[in-house]
């Protein structure tokens, strides 16, 4: 029986990892609320660690949000994803952990990569100015890892999502990611009978979404891997791996999408005065399909997932 960690297992990523893990008998699931365990403090995590005897470790904890939390908040974002990255991963160390996954994100590549935006990308030009301190720290944790194998030989695996949305996705009206932030309004809409939605920007530009639950699976395939298929299919400084569709949609094919699975019939119209963001935002995905594995969940299929999770838990919700 291993004894697996899933640190930030309440977030939307953590939480569908234990969700899939809690579905074997072959794993003992452990995992810290924030009043247990304070990821911040070097001395408490250690001292767990010590405790438990962990067979593997997914990193999923981290401080996230938006792009205003982003700009208004730089210092604590790159300062907790740093100190909570290294806390983990020393710790994992320093305690003979030898298999650890560190889940990242597609903001470490630069504003203005190609796409597909390949792992190649990562360190070849600028990044996003709006969440640059969450990328920078999610970069390190990338080269933590990759220092920590090429030290002292661990395994210490870095995945790459691209968009996610799913249960326990945030849904706040203000800070929310595209998806849940249309769910609502829609839902809001349809219960009003609101003849029309706006929706920001022209509608053109392309975005891939990833279902939390295939990054789950994605996640637990790319962490039991053996040592020689990963290292086959990847580089001692070039070692993390995209986790996506391979496949993107405009944001008007999206919110069509959106407005259908909620049962909207209104009018949707595009406010063009406000921004578009980058024109295409994509994850190439060759590395990951090379080991043997895909995702497997449509875009509608999983809208309608995430819609029907909003309804059973909207009581829960913040205005």
């Given at each position: 029986m291993k004894k697996v960690f899933v640190a930030g297992h309440n977030g939307m990523v953590g939480s569908a990892i234990v969700r899939q893990l809690a579905k074997r008998g072959d794993v003992e699931i452990i995992t810290r609320s924030r009043s247990e365990l304070n990821l911040l403090n070097q001395a408490d995590v250690q001292a767990f660690f010590a405790e438990q005897q962990l067979d593997q470790v997914y990193l999923?904890?981290?401080?996230?949000?938006?792009?205003?939390?982003?700009?208004?908040?730089?210092?604590?974002?790159?300062?907790?994803?740093?100190?909570?990255?290294?806390?983990?991963?020393?710790?994992?160390?320093?305690?003979?952990?030898?298999?650890?996954?560190?889940?990242?994100?597609?903001?470490?590549?630069p504003k203005l990569a190609e796409q597909p935006m390949a792992e190649q990308a990562l360190l070849t030009g600028t990044l996003e100015p709006t969440n640059e301190p969450y990328a920078i720290a999610k970069i390190a944790g990338i080269k933590l890892c990759e220092s920590y194998n090429r030290q002292y030989g661990r395994d210490y695996r870095s995945v790459m999502p691209t968009n996610l949305y799913g249960p326990n996705d945030n849904?706040?009206?203000?800070?929310?990611?595209?998806?849940?932030?249309?769910?609502?309004?829609?839902?809001?809409?349809?219960?009003?009978?609101?003849?029309?939605?706006?929706?920001?920007?022209?509608?053109?530009?392309?975005?891939?979404?990833?279902?939390?639950?295939?990054?789950?699976?994605?996640?637990?395939?790319?962490?039991?891997?053996?040592?020689?298929?990963?290292?086959?299919?990847?580089?001692?400084?070039?070692?993390?791996?995209?986790?996506?569709?391979?496949?993107?949609?405009?944001?008007?094919?999206?919110?069509?999408?959106?407005?259908?699975?909620?049962g909207f019939t209104g009018r949707i119209t595009w406010d063009t005065t406000k921004p578009d963001g980058a024109p295409r935002k994509l994850m190439q995905v060759d590395r990951l399909k090379a080991l043997g594995w895909q995702s497997s969940i449509a875009l509608t299929q999983g809208l309608e997932d995430a819609y029907q999770w909003f309804l059973a838990n909207q009581a829960t919700f913040r205005a």
């Open positions: 999923a904890a981290a401080k996230v949000g938006g792009i205003i939390a982003n700009n208004t908040y730089p210092a604590e974002f790159i300062y907790e994803n740093l100190m909570i990255e290294a806390n983990i991963i020393h710790a994992a160390h320093l305690n003979h952990v030898q298999q650890l996954l560190f889940l990242g994100s597609s903001c470490i590549y849904f706040h009206p203000d800070n929310s990611h595209v998806i849940p932030a249309l769910l609502r309004r829609f839902h809001e809409a349809k219960l009003a009978n609101a003849a029309e939605v706006v929706a920001w920007g022209s509608g053109s530009p392309m975005r891939e979404f990833l279902h939390v639950d295939d990054m789950a699976a994605a996640s637990i395939f790319v962490m039991e891997l053996d040592k020689a298929t990963y290292e086959a299919n990847t580089q001692p400084m070039l070692s993390h791996i995209n986790v996506g569709t391979g496949v993107d949609c405009t944001i008007k094919e999206l919110t069509e999408t959106v407005a259908k699975v909620v």
